[in-house]
Each structure stands twice: as C-alpha cells, then as structure tokens.
C-alpha cells in the first residue's frame, strides 16, 4: 500500500493542517466578505451584526436540514449527535461567506482581478469545508486512513477460494478440545463472498469472511461463528474500515493460540440506503435471509462448529439492534448477542407510525410483535447470552441499552454491559468495545488463552 494510502485522516499531519487551512481560510472569507467592506464604511457595528447573521442563519439552516432529514424524508431513525451537527456549522457559516465574498466581486475591477480573487474564496471555503468533514469523520470513525476513505484496500479484498472451504480435500474438522495447534500458524484472511437468497429470494451485497490462523491449519478445528450487522446507512465493509474487525481479531487469536471465530460479515439491506428494520415485512424477507439463507451458506460453505450453541451474532447501531432481534427470534440459531449501541427497537423513522405503516400498512400489531423487547417479555432465553456496550457520551442509546440490559436478564440473559469512555454513538465504541465481547463469548465457547 502507498505512503498515500497509508495517509491517516483522524490524527496526525492531516487534521494539523486542515486547521491551519481552515482558520486561515476563514479569516480571508470573514475579510472579504465582511470586514473589509465595513472598514471602507468605517462601521465596525456593520461588520459584527452582519457576522452575527450569517452565525444565525447558519444555525438555522443546520438545524432546518437536520430536521428534514430526520422528520420530512426519514433518512435517518434518530437525531444526529451534537457534535457532526456542531460541526456542520462552520462548513455552512463558511458557504454563506463565500457567497457574500463572490457577491462583493461583482463590478470590481478586471476580471482577472476577480477571478484570483474567486479563486481564493473558493479555496478558502474548501478548507472550512474540509476542517468540517474531518472532525465529523473522526466522530463517526469510520475512515481512518485515505484507503478506507477511497476503498482501495477493501476492494483489493479477494473472493473466497475453494481451497478454504468445507469442499476442499483433506481431513474433516475436528473437536476444538482435541485440536492442538501446530508450532506454526498461518496468519488470519480475509475474504469476500456472495450469500444468494436462496430462500428468501432477497439480493445483499457482497459479505466479508473473518478466518482465523487456526483455520488455516490442518486438520482444522471446528470453530464457532459470529455473525455481524454493520449500521444504517452503511454496509459490511464499514466493520473492517471502522471497526478494525481484522486488527481485532488477529489479537483476540495471538492470544488464543490461533483460535478465534469465523467471521461472517453480512448485508441485512442491500444497499447503503436502505433499512429492512432487519425483519420479514412489506419491505423484504430480511429475516428469513438471515436466519436461512445465511446459517445454510455458512454450514454448507465454511468448516465451522454446526452446533448453535456456538454461535453468536453481533452489530452496530442498526446492526446491534438486528443481533438482538436475531438472538430472541431465533435462540436455536444464535445462542449470544453482541451488541454495541443498539436501537431500542427497529425503526425507519424518529415517528414510530412511519415505521409501522411501510412495514405493516399501519398493523400495529404485527410491528408489537417484532422488537425484541416483545420476545423478553414473553418467553426464557436460560442458556444464552448479551453483551451490550455503548458510547459514554451518547446519552440516549445508553438509556436504550438499560433498558434492553433490564430486560435481558428478567429473560434469562446472561448479561454484560460496558460504557466506553470518550466515545458517542460512533464506530470507535464498536472497535474498543469488540475485544470485551470477543472475551465474553470465548468464556461462554470454552476457549481459553
């Protein structure tokens, strides 16, 4: 990978620069925009009411569009954090100087003169604008790098070979407890496949495969399986970039003497923007793939432990609230639970009637009996276990995951939770909080250090 590539957007010389760019950037548009205007008027009183215009109108126009995107078009379940949407601020401030700037420009002298001086706005808006989209990014942390951002390095992923499936020659898989580990071991893969829908009839996109060093030995012990959801908007690649699935992983197996879970990274949605609320609706037959299609690829594709009491599935967001929907729909299937700032139920819309209606044409019955809260409250899951995690600072979801905690273990959830420290509803409280888990489940599947 390049030295570019490799170029860290989170921290380091490029977020040292894109503030510098950025403070330079927005003294040359608050000058030209305003100031230097005013000055030629001598009225400093001008300059400060219309800079506090353009910070009110700014606010306004954030909160305008944070409103239509939750409340009008349903682009997003639940409100956005503080802290993007502080952060949206100077990026619009900074557009709504640079078009007072290019409104000054007009009969100015030469146009070559304007030009230049055009040229230096727009650049000047392009470094707030810049500043704005790193800090969100490094809230969100979802691209560390200029190869998550672009997805160069997900995308030089290879498919999964014959060689590492069941079909493949040589000894079957054998009892984890007989398997001993060989003085070497290859390092831990990972893969790209595509799951069909053969039952379910429904189109993810491409799944990514976690295969841990032990998996590469011969013969191969059988493992057990995580299953993971990414959140919403996203998609399956969002858990190598953000949450450092294969960093994670190969310490989990350094210090398991190879062993880790195989792990299947699949797509509940089917594209960025969609929400399937990871259930069988009007919507599609999300569920039936994940509880069909998916275990039946999984036994049939990859030698893993076919016993359900060792598997597990596990998301963020979206994806931990469809590792809960999964673990209390299907217990035969998915005996734990990793969930990392899960909803308190699925939801396409802030308005739980939205939700209803495009799931259920308004049958508010046939959505009650779906969340998993429903499954809690009427029935034992003795056996089975969750593990629930969410950012300290993000207030909301940590009274969600309370709740979901509270309820659990009335069910008869073994139950763990965790807050990460310094984190909001963001993938680092997935990429810190996942080791926990991984130890979680390990103690559960009996595999020890």
Not at 154 to 165: C, F, N, S
Request: hydrophobic share 50%.
């Amino acid at each position: 990978m390049g030295s570019l590539e490799d170029l860290r957007l989170v921290d380091g010389p490029v977020v040292w620069f894109s503030w510098a760019a950025a403070a330079a950037g927005l003294a040359y548009l608050l000058w030209h925009g305003v100031i230097r205007h005013s000055v030629s008027r001598h009225s400093a009183a001008r300059s400060a009411a219309v800079v506090a215009a353009v910070a009110v109108l700014a606010a306004a126009l954030v909160a305008a569009v944070h409103w239509f995107l939750i409340y009008a078009v349903a682009v997003f379940a639940d409100e956005l954090p503080w802290e993007p949407l502080a952060w949206s601020f100077p990026a619009v401030a900074a557009l709504l100087l640079w078009l007072l700037c290019l409104a000054g420009l007009h009969g100015s002298g030469r146009i070559r003169r304007r030009l230049r001086r055009s040229a230096a706005a727009t650049a000047a808006f392009l470094a707030v604008l810049t500043l704005s989209a790193i800090q969100i990014n490094s809230y969100f942390g979802l691209n560390h790098t200029v190869s998550d951002l672009t997805g160069t390095a997900v995308a030089r992923i290879q498919p999964l070979e014959a060689a590492l499936t069941r079909a493949a020659g040589g000894p079957a898989a054998i009892d984890l407890a007989r398997w001993r580990a060989p003085t070497h071991l290859a390092s831990g893969v990972v893969r790209k496949a595509s799951i069909p829908g053969t039952v379910s009839g429904f189109s993810s996109r491409e799944a990514y495969v976690y295969l841990p060093p032990a998996y590469q030995s011969s013969p191969r012990p059988a493992l057990p399986v995580l299953v993971l959801f990414s959140g919403q908007p996203g998609g399956p690649a969002d858990w190598l970039t953000g949450g450092a699935l294969r960093n994670r992983l190969d310490r989990f197996a350094a210090g398991h003497a190879g062993v880790a879970p195989v792990v299947v990274v699949v797509d509940p949605n089917g594209s960025q923007s969609a929400n399937t609320l990871c259930m069988d609706s009007r919507i599609a037959q999300a569920d039936t793939f994940l509880a069909r299609d998916v275990p039946d690829w999984i036994k049939t594709t990859l030698a893993v432990d076919p016993d359900h009491r060792q598997w597990a599935a596990g998301g963020f967001s979206f994806g931990g609230t469809c590792a809960m929907q999964m673990v209390t729909r299907h217990p035969d299937l998915y005996s734990a639970a990793l969930s990392f700032s899960s909803e308190r139920e699925p939801a396409l819309a802030k308005e739980r009637e939205k939700t209803v209606e495009a799931a259920f044409g308004g049958d508010t019955g046939a959505f009650d009996r779906q969340p998993p809260l429903h499954h809690m409250a009427e029935r034992r899951f003795d056996g089975h276990g969750v593990y629930l995690a969410v950012g300290e600072d993000d207030a909301e979801f940590a009274g969600y995951m309370d709740e979901i905690a509270a309820a659990a273990r009335n069910a008869g959830f073994a139950v763990e939770t965790r807050r990460i420290a310094d984190t909001g509803h963001s993938w680092a409280t997935a990429a810190t909080g996942l080791p926990g888990g991984l130890d979680f489940l390990a103690r559960r599947w009996g595999i020890t250090p």
